[in-house]
């Protein structure tokens, strides 16, 4: 699987921004999708992720109801609709994928960097103050 993200700019504060993430490679529907992000001098962190197949999803505490995750599967691409934009959201955006091994596992469980086969390049976004 490859992933190519992109859509990163610099907004200000109270703006909205979409990130897309162009995905290509076999058995996409096997997958789960995630987004993450890097600020400066901080350890990556997940954002929220989606079930290429079903549609689920599930978001960390920090940004549900600002961020909304989705997919496009005639697309093959994932998208990131972020609102209310705040400095603090400035950081290098990440996509990923990750491969389903085990039917034991749940959407919650694909919260960690481990959890990830496959990382797009990366979208910096910036929010001004």
């Known amino acids: 699987v490859q992933l190519q993200a992109s859509g990163g700019g610099l907004v200000r504060a109270g703006d909205s921004l979409r990130l897309s993430c162009a995905a290509s490679?076999?058995?996409?529907?096997?997958?789960?999708m995630g987004w993450f992000r890097q600020a400066p001098g901080k350890e990556r962190e997940f954002l929220a992720v989606?079930?290429?197949?079903?549609?689920?999803?599930y978001y960390a505490d920090s940004v549900k109801g600002r961020f909304t995750i989705s997919r496009d599967k005639t697309e093959n691409t994932m998208y990131l609709q972020m609102n209310s934009l705040k400095p603090e959201d400035t950081a290098v955006y990440y996509c990923?994928?990750?491969?389903?091994?085990?039917?034991?596992?749940?959407?919650?469980?694909?919260?960690?960097?481990?959890?990830?086969?496959?990382w797009g390049q990366g979208t910096l976004v910036t929010v001004s103050s």
């Open positions: 990923a994928a990750a491969r389903l091994r085990s039917i034991g596992l749940t959407i919650s469980d694909f919260d960690k960097r481990s959890a990830y086969d496959y």
């Open positions: 989606i079930n290429w197949s079903r549609g689920m999803t």
């Open positions: 490679g076999p058995f996409l529907s096997s997958h789960n």
